[in-house]
């Protein structure tokens, strides 16, 4: 259900919609087309799934006209623009923003016209404050769940709203935890003081305390959000796909739903195809006691779907029937985000999803032969491939030598890459300028690589997963990526990179097998088949366009 400025209430703001409310609007809804650039493809997903009575906490949505200009985005962060959405949002939830018995926390996504993973602002629990913490705990009655959630929100909104280094957080982290493989075990006590050093370290950032009224948040979070339509990195990508600048990002207020609150609660990203292969199989990448930033962020090495599967079942064949109705509802593959909070599952987003172009075959075709699309929408999906670039390239043993792999990783895209290895943007450019290939290593991908990762043939990391927004960029440029390998280690003040024993300098060969996710020194032989059913199924549906 949407609601604008057409709703009854003549105090009602232009250009703002509600989702999963129970008001209605009284004029005839949009075309789809317009309510996209109005709404941005996230809200309209939103919009999808609430239609199709989907769990989704309710929302409402500042559009893409807030995004215009400075005065817009100021606009935007009054409380008379927003007010009347949060109202509806309290109504809905029967949770206040601010009230210190029964708190309502928000998420304020951002969310364009056009997909660009990873290159805007999010940001989760605003809301939560000295004032609201008791309420939330009254809530959950989990303390490990309130102390790890108001720890995020000093970090992320610091970071986002602020502009604070994210290392000055991630250093009072690593005193208490270490590791980022150990900090989920950090108890409440633990995380209670990360986050009195985290609101330390704030203050001494920015010169002020971190905010604790709940509505001043939400204002500088929508701020943020619609100014992050002109970070540099959402302005690179711009660049590289020639989206229109004008477009402008909108940014949905949503009621928060917690995947940190233990064992049987999590945070999740999927895909109801493989993106890598087209094959019909849910891909999915989940983290238990996480919530949604953990996955997609790429500094956390996530799970497969078979721990979700295996201890929660019910929940696991949920989900699959719900990637089926996504699918037949948008007629393609889709790229979803959900929370799992004790064991109820939510729908944060879908949205057709990035794939290769073997991907892009397969999945068309196997889509028309289901009866989803209808072979004018096949053919049009595919006219761009050339059938002879179907093919898949694979590490072979030759001259009597059995190539053995240094580790293997989560592979994120299929194909071979070789070049020399390189810790940074800088380095890429080196090895290019010297016209070698480059493989990008990093500790974990993170969209701001988006440059380097365009100029590197393959993207290696030690944590991240493969559904991560780095990853992601990475299989839409076409480019063999392979994340979340346990035995790597990069040492970037020596620039090298160790596997187990081995230690390899910069600028020395690497291979990345995306087939099986093994990894070489040096250039192993390899060999390049074509995808023989694949080209005859494509050339097929060409034929069939000349048949009366």
Not at 38 to 43: Q, V, W
Not at 81 to 86: A, E, K, T
Not at 392 to 415: K, M, N
Request: neutral net charge.
């Amino acid at each position: 259900m949407i609601a604008s400025a057409n709703l009854a209430s003549a105090n009602w703001p232009a250009d703002v919609h509600l989702i999963g409310c129970s008001q209605k609007s009284s004029a005839q809804a949009p075309a789809p087309d317009a309510l996209v650039q109005s709404i941005g493809l996230k809200a309209f997903g939103l919009l999808r799934i609430s239609e199709l009575g989907l769990p989704t906490p309710p929302a409402f949505v500042l559009g893409t006209s807030y995004c215009r200009n400075e005065v817009m985005r100021q606009l935007a962060a009054q409380r008379s623009v927003w007010g009347p959405g949060l109202r509806q949002l309290e109504i809905a939830s029967g949770k206040r923003l601010g009230d210190p018995h029964a708190p309502l926390l928000l998420a304020v996504r951002s969310g364009a016209a056009v997909s660009m993973p990873g290159m805007l602002g999010t940001l989760l629990n605003i809301g939560l404050c000295d004032a609201t913490l008791r309420g939330l705990l009254r809530q959950t009655g989990n303390p490990r769940l309130v102390w790890d959630t108001y720890r995020r929100l000093v970090a992320s909104y610091g970071e986002l709203v602020d502009g604070i280094a994210p290392e000055v957080f991630e250093a009072e982290y690593s005193v208490l935890a270490g590791a980022p493989e150990a900090r989920g075990q950090l108890d409440f006590s633990r995380l209670r003081e990360l986050t009195r050093r985290s609101l330390r370290a704030y203050e001494q950032a920015v010169g002020r305390p971190f905010p604790q009224d709940p509505e001043a948040q939400l204002a500088g979070a929508i701020q943020a959000v619609l100014a992050s339509w002109n970070a540099e990195k959402a302005l690179a990508y711009r660049r590289q796909y020639h989206i229109d600048e004008s477009l402008g990002t909108a940014a949905t207020v949503q009621g928060m739903v917690f995947g940190n609150g233990g064992g049987r609660s999590g945070a999740g990203v999927g895909f109801t195809r493989n993106p890598a292969t087209g094959e019909r199989v849910m891909w999915v990448d989940f983290l238990f006691n996480a919530q949604g930033e953990d996955v997609v962020s790429g500094r956390r090495r996530a799970q497969g779907h078979e721990e979700l599967a295996r201890t929660m079942p019910r929940l696991w064949q949920a989900l699959c029937e719900v990637g089926s109705q996504l699918e037949r509802a948008f007629g393609d593959m889709q790229d979803f985000e959900f929370t799992v909070e004790d064991a109820h599952l939510y729908m944060l987003q879908t949205r057709s999803g990035k794939r290769t172009p073997e991907a892009t075959v397969r999945i068309a075709l196997d889509l028309l032969d289901e009866g989803v699309i209808d072979v004018a929408t096949a053919r049009k999906r595919t006219a761009l491939v050339d059938p002879a670039a179907l093919v898949r390239q694979r590490v072979v043993c030759g001259d009597g030598f059995t190539p053995i792999p240094l580790a293997h990783a989560a592979s994120a895209c299929s194909g071979v890459a070789h070049g020399e290895i390189a810790l940074d943007e800088a380095a890429v450019r080196a090895r290019k300028a010297a016209g070698a290939s480059a493989i990008l290593v990093r500790p974990d991908a993170q969209t701001s690589d988006l440059t380097a990762i365009q100029g590197a043939s393959g993207l290696l990391t030690q944590r991240g997963a493969k559904t991560s927004h780095a990853a992601v960029v990475a299989r839409q440029l076409g480019k063999v990526c392979l994340v979340g390998c346990e035995e790597l280690r990069v040492d970037e003040a020596a620039r090298t990179i160790t596997f187990g024993e081995t230690t390899l300098p910069e600028g020395q060969v690497l291979t990345l097998d995306g087939n099986d996710g093994a990894i070489y020194a040096g250039e192993p032989r390899t060999l390049t088949e074509p995808l023989t059913d694949l080209q005859t199924r494509l050339e097929h549906l060409r034929r069939s366009e000349l048949t009366p």
